[in-house]
């Protein structure tokens, strides 16, 4: 018989039954099956229940499996919810972040941070897309390897940090930020998912994590403060993070918070990117199809350029589809939320300080609302057919109140970066190199993505 949680007393004070995911084990609860087959896991809580208790150690977290559910959490109680666990552990490199805060505070954050990401400054930024995209074709050579994860994971951190900080940067300054990044992505997420009290131990990736938090924010609080002295700004985000006042109160950011809001746009403005630019041309190499049409279509848009423009993402309709397939194939596995009041779910009373999960991935791959879930099929998001899918199952940068400020420049630039690539090159896999998804906090990452440089022939 099916585990149930809750009941007359309920769960740490849960009114109401829930059923429990299978495969939970004595004090480590559901985490051995989450890391051991997370598709498996996740795919699977939905058959459950419209809401799924799920134990990380001992600790029960609620995760609700429908979209009406999921939009209750993020959007239309998100009053009553506040960022949870998983976030919380990250607070020592996002300081109070958007990626972190909540309440007032977080509502504040957003409407000074907002503005730097409108449609004429994203044109602005897209010129630095364009560039550096253009750089890193330029720079590989034909049948030459290349590790194709590293490589998009470089161009979102060149991108973000020009966008960031202008072109004035000295190389030290770039060669810290280049260097501290991706050892934060990646490490970032172990330290999300491990025991709290790992954390203090001498050991070797401790011990980087917090090298690399310490380095970022020195060298990025630096530059703020010269930034604040300058009497002429460069015409980047930074600047208008420092310039941007409050609609309703006149108030401007301090230091702190700039540097806060900076580092959380340097690493969770870099891996989403990286990560969809990376499985996507993963996927292109496995669907030759797709990659013929795509690739018809960067010939007929950019006719004979060898480099995508902001003018061009209108016309790059099916190149849209595509990234939209790979970022519901390749969701974020969990988004915790902690309840700040009692909260009616489904049925269920959770009380305050009731940790809750919202899973993209689960939804994504439902069949209820993607038929043939683990199919990959940037048809789903033809016009004809994508009127038809319910929007609140598809949350590649979250909803509501937390949806990511930053979505049109993540899309901007997967769309500008395939375009100059698919203009140049194909990417074809390494024989013998078997690509498996790496379980984070976040989305999934690749292994072994060594793809060969092929130029295209028209």
């Not at 299978?22 to 795919?43: E, K």
């Not at 490589?151 to 260097?179: C, K, N, P, W």
């Not at 380095?215 to 002295?229: A, G, K, N």
Request: proline share 7%; net charge positive.
């Amino acid at each position: 018989m099916a585990e149930i949680a809750g009941g007359s007393r309920g769960v740490r004070g849960v009114s109401g039954a829930v059923p429990v995911a299978a495969r939970r084990w004595p004090l480590v609860g559901h985490v051995f099956s989450l890391l051991r087959d997370p598709h498996r896991f996740m795919t699977s809580l939905s058959v459950r229940g419209d809401v799924v208790c799920i134990y990380l150690g001992t600790l029960p977290v609620y995760v609700p499996t429908t979209p009406e559910l999921v939009h209750q959490v993020l959007a239309t109680d998100a009053n009553k919810f506040e960022k949870g666990m998983l976030f919380q552990r990250l607070r020592p490199l996002l300081g109070n972040g958007l990626a972190v805060s909540g309440g007032d505070y977080y509502r504040r954050q957003r409407r000074l941070v907002q503005p730097s990401f409108q449609r004429v400054r994203i044109a602005r930024y897209a010129e630095i897309m364009s560039e550096l995209a253009g750089e890193l074709v330029s720079s590989w050579k034909p049948e030459q390897v290349v590790g194709v994860d590293r490589s998009m994971q470089d161009l979102a951190i060149a991108v973000a940090g020009r966008a960031l900080f202008s072109t004035d940067l000295d190389t030290r300054v770039t060669s810290e930020i280049q260097r501290s990044v991706p050892v934060l992505l990646q490490d970032g997420s172990a330290r999300a998912l491990t025991p709290k009290l790992l954390e203090k131990l001498p050991i070797s990736w401790n011990r980087r994590f917090d090298e690399a938090i310490g380095q970022l924010r020195r060298m990025v609080s630096e530059l703020v403060r010269t930034m604040r002295t300058d009497d002429v700004r460069p015409d980047d985000l930074l600047s208008a993070l420092i310039s941007a006042r409050d609609e309703e109160t006149g108030e401007s950011m301090n230091d702190q918070q700039v540097l806060d809001e900076v580092v959380t746009l340097l690493i969770a403005g870099t891996q989403t990117t990286a990560l969809a630019l990376a499985w996507l041309f993963h996927e292109l190499a496995r669907h030759p199809e797709v990659e013929r049409r795509l690739h018809a279509e960067i010939d007929e848009v950019l006719g004979g350029r060898r480099r995508a423009t902001f003018d061009d993402l209108p016309a790059l309709t099916y190149t849209r589809q595509v990234a939209n397939e790979v970022l519901r194939r390749y969701a974020p596995w969990l988004l915790m939320r902690r309840t700040t009041e009692e909260v009616a779910l489904d049925g269920l009373v959770l009380p305050a300080d009731t940790e809750v999960a919202v899973s993209p991935y689960t939804l994504h791959h439902d069949s209820r609302y993607f038929p043939e879930p683990n199919r990959f099929d940037p048809r789903r998001w033809a016009p004809d057919r994508d009127a038809g899918l319910p929007r609140k199952a598809f949350l590649p940068f979250g909803s509501g109140l937390h949806h990511c400020p930053g979505h049109s420049f993540a899309h901007a630039e997967i769309a500008i970066t395939v375009a100059t690539v698919g203009s140049h090159y194909k990417l074809v896999p390494v024989p013998g190199r078997r690509v498996r998804m790496k379980m984070t906090a976040g989305m999934p990452y690749p292994s072994q993505l060594a793809m060969r440089v092929i130029p295209r022939s028209r």
